[in-house]
Each structure stands twice: as structure tokens, then as C-alpha cells.
């Protein structure tokens, strides 16, 4: 069993900058890989980013390339997500997300065990 708990949400304008955080606790933490979706209201939860559990590699998904970095510290158990130049559109319920490391990182929700109970990031315009 993984426990994941996100921080770091919150209300931020247009263009401005958060940097979310998510724990983790339970097995070692090095080795899952990890990512963030999010879920907009009324939408369906939406994958942002991926992150390998040596931290080697990442991706991304394209309405954030550029913009979000996911990165990782295995040595406190922690991802993150910094995150710039944020708009309207980003506003959403951030959930990271744990699952056992494998060849090729997953994009899909389903893919994923293990999941934080969220944050909420506002982006006011």
C-alpha cells in the first residue's frame, strides 16, 4: 500500500506561478512511478504528467509542455509539480497518482493503484 497526500493548491492569477507537492508513505517510495492528472469541473480527470521512479524520464501531456515540471526527491518520498504561466483552463483538482514502475510510463488513470485525495489549484483571470 502506497498513501499519497497532496499540498501546495491554491488560488493564483492569471499567469502566475504554484508549485504542488505530494508525499508519500507505505512501500519504497523509489520504486513507482508517479503523475499528476487533474479534473476540471464537469470533465473527466485528465492526465498532466509522468515522472519514472529514478526521475530519468519524464512526459507530458501537450497542454502543459513547457509550462509544468514534474520532478521528483526519492530521498523525502515527494513529487512535485511547478507549474508557470498558468491560465483559466488549468483550474482543476490536482491528484497524484503511484504505480508500480515499468518499462513505459502510463498516461491512462486506470494504470494507476495508488491516488492522493487531491488539491484544488484556482487560476483566476
Known amino acids: 500500500q502506497v498513501q499519497l497526500v497532496e499540498s501546495g493548491g491554491g488560488l493564483v492569477q492569471a499567469g502566475g506561478s504554484l508549485r504542488l507537492s505530494c508525499a508519500a508513505s507505505?512501500?519504497?517510495?523509489?520504486?513507482?512511478?508517479m503523475s499528476w492528472f487533474r479534473q476540471a469541473p464537469g470533465l473527466e480527470r485528465e492526465f498532466v504528467a509522468a515522472i519514472s521512479w529514478s526521475g530519468s524520464s519524464t512526459y507530458y501531456a501537450d497542454s502543459v509542455k513547457g509550462r509544468f515540471t514534474i520532478s521528483r526527491d526519492n530521498a523525502k518520498n515527494t513529487v512535485y509539480l511547478q507549474m508557470h504561466s498558468l491560465n483559466a483552463e488549468d483550474t482543476a483538482v490536482y491528484y497524484c497518482?503511484?504505480?508500480?514502475?515499468?518499462?513505459?510510463?502510463?498516461?491512462?488513470?486506470?494504470?494507476?493503484?495508488?491516488w492522493g485525495q487531491g488539491t484544488q489549484v484556482t487560476v483566476s483571470s
Open positions: 497518482a503511484a504505480r508500480w514502475t515499468t518499462v513505459r510510463l502510463r498516461v491512462t488513470q486506470g494504470e494507476y493503484d495508488y
Open positions: 507505505g512501500r519504497p517510495f523509489s520504486t513507482y512511478d
